[in-house]
T-cell receptor
């Protein structure tokens, strides 16, 4: 079945540092790829998505590129802020049994220090 | 506008009791999803509804778990004879449709503790 693998956390950075959170996947066909974020005390919300190979999703300074050749969707941000501290989930939706079933990674906690 | 709402927000129950968790999706969203989030684990997909039907129930962990959706809106997840390992946060999400590109909108979750 489909699966998503994210780097283990927590990731601890100083403010203004460069961020990469790795995400790789296995899926049949051509899934859509997503990053969701869960800020402390809040529900999950979409951060960005990409629906086909070579698409780049971007939002709030975060970017991720759908790389079919390496089955990856790594999340990057050039300069993190304390307010980016949250748990980040990589996810895909692929066709399974006629339905587009979502599959999530385990989440990566990001802690940004001033 | 109103987002996805879930009730109760917290539930403490005794082992062996049945519990019902409720989800109110965003109005007009035809697709509804239930997940379980355990400490240190990712989101475990449980079940997905398109309208009132559930094309995929393969994620339900045992026959103690069931879910229904009526009127294409509210959904109830029922756990019978609860066990301590059922303790987790149960999340509901909805999306406008069921295609691969659809964004899911999540509720705040129900935190279930089985003593």
């Amino acid at each position: 079945g489909d699966s998503v693998t994210q780097m283990e956390g927590p990731v601890t950075l100083s403010e203004e540092a460069f961020l990469t959170i790795n995400c790789t996947y296995t899926a049949t066909g051509y899934p859509s790829l997503f990053w969701y974020v869960q800020y402390p005390g809040e529900g999950l919300q979409l951060l960005l998505k990409a629906t086909k190979a070579d698409d780049k999703g971007s939002n709030k300074g975060f970017e991720a590129t759908y790389r079919k050749e390496t089955t990856s969707f790594h999340l990057e941000k050039g300069s993190v802020q304390v307010s980016d501290s949250a748990v980040y989930f990589c996810a895909l939706r692929g066709l399974s049994g006629g339905s587009y079933i979502p599959t999530f990674g385990r989440g990566t906690s990001l802690i940004v220090h001033p | 506008g109103a987002g996805v709402s879930q009730s109760p927000s917290n539930k403490v129950t005794e082992k062996g009791k049945d519990v019902e968790l409720r989800c109110d999706p965003i109005s007009g969203h035809t697709a509804l999803y239930w997940y379980r989030q355990s400490l240190g684990q990712g989101l475990e997909f449980l079940i997905y509804f398109q309208g009132n039907s559930a094309p995929d129930k393969s994620g339900l962990p045992s026959d103690r778990f069931s879910a229904e959706r009526t009127g294409g809106s509210v959904s109830t997840l029922t756990i019978q004879r609860t066990q301590q390992e059922d303790s987790a946060v149960y999340l509901c999400a909805s999306s406008l449709g069921g295609s691969a590109q659809e964004t899911q909108y999540f509720g705040p979750g129900t935190r279930l503790l089985v003593l």
